[in-house]
C-alpha cells in the first residue's frame, strides 16, 4: 500500500499568514490526490482535486501544487474560518491512504 | 442538493455485527462509485471501502477485510455496510462518500458513531 507522509502535524499561524502544508508518498501517484479540510464535529469537505483543481465554491487562497510523490497545499492568506484540520488523500489505486493529518491553530 | 445521510450506528458488543446504511438523493446514485471512511475518537481519517458502478468492483482496507462487506441497491439509491466480527479498534464515527467523476470523494455524509464495547 502507498504510504502519505503529511507534515507538519500542527502549526501555529495568525490571520493573514500564508501556510504550507505538505504530503509526500512513497511511491509516484500522477496527480491522484485531493486535500480535505475537517473541522471539529463535522465530516470532511474537500477542497483540492487532482493535486491543482480548486473544488467548485472553495475560495481561491486555497491552492494545490505537485505531482509525482511530492504534493503542498498552500492557504495564501489564512482567516478565521480556516483553523481546522486538514488531509491528504491519494486515490491512485487501492486501497487508498491518507496522510495523517494537520492541525492548524491560532497563534 | 446532493445529500447522503448514515444510519444504523449504535453499540456493539466485540464480536458483533451491525449494518450501516447510508441514503443518497440529489444526484443519479447509480452513476457513481461510493466510499465508506471512518475515524476513530480522537484520530485522523481511515479509508475504509469502495465500490464500483460493477457491482463486482470492490476493495477493502486490509484492516477490514473479510469483516466488512460493501452493497448498494440502486434502486433505493442505498448504499450498505455490513460488519461483522466487531472488534474495539472498530470504534469510529463512519461516513460514506460519493467519489466524483474527477476522483476525490466530493460529497459526504454526516458520518454514523459505531461504538464496541462490552
Known amino acids: 500500500a502507498i504510504q502519505m507522509t503529511q507534515s507538519p502535524s500542527s502549526l501555529s499561524a495568525s490571520v493573514g499568514d500564508r501556510v504550507t502544508i505538505t504530503c509526500r508518498a512513497s511511491?509516484?501517484?500522477?496527480?491522484?490526490l485531493g486535500w480535505y479540510q475537517q473541522k471539529p464535529g463535522k465530516a470532511p469537505k474537500l477542497l483540492i482535486y487532482?493535486?491543482?483543481s480548486l473544488q467548485s465554491g472553495v475560495p481561491s487562497r486555497f491552492s494545490g501544487s505537485g505531482s509525482g510523490t511530492d504534493f503542498t497545499l498552500t492557504i495564501s492568506s489564512l482567516q478565521p474560518e480556516d483553523f481546522a484540520t486538514y488531509y491528504c488523500?491519494?486515490?491512485?489505486?487501492?486501497?487508498?491512504?491518507f496522510g495523517q493529518g494537520t492541525k492548524v491553530e491560532i497563534k | 442538493e446532493v445529500q447522503l445521510v448514515e444510519s444504523g450506528g449504535g453499540l456493539v458488543q466485540p464480536g458483533g455485527s451491525l449494518r450501516l446504511s447510508c441514503a443518497a438523493s440529489?444526484?443519479?446514485?447509480?452513476?457513481?462509485?461510493m466510499i465508506w471512511v471512518r475515524q476513530a475518537p480522537g484520530k485522523g481519517l481511515d479509508w475504509v471501502s469502495y465500490?464500483?458502478?460493477?457491482?463486482?468492483?470492490?476493495y477493502y482496507a486490509d484492516s477490514v477485510e473479510g469483516r466488512f462487506t460493501i452493497s448498494r441497491d440502486n434502486a433505493k439509491n442505498l448504499l450498505y455496510l455490513q460488519m461483522n466480527s466487531l472488534r474495539d479498534e472498530d470504534t469510529a464515527v463512519y461516513y460514506c462518500?460519493?467519489?466524483?467523476?474527477?476522483?476525490?470523494?466530493?460529497?459526504w455524509g454526516q458520518g454514523t458513531l459505531v461504538t464496541v464495547s462490552s
Open positions: 462518500g460519493r467519489r466524483g467523476h474527477d476522483g476525490s470523494i466530493d460529497y
Open positions: 440529489g444526484f443519479t446514485f447509480s452513476d457513481y462509485e
Open positions: 465500490i464500483g458502478l460493477i457491482l463486482s468492483d470492490i
Open positions: 511511491q509516484g501517484i500522477r496527480n491522484d
Open positions: 487532482a493535486a491543482t
Open positions: 488523500l491519494h486515490d491512485h489505486y487501492y486501497p487508498w491512504t
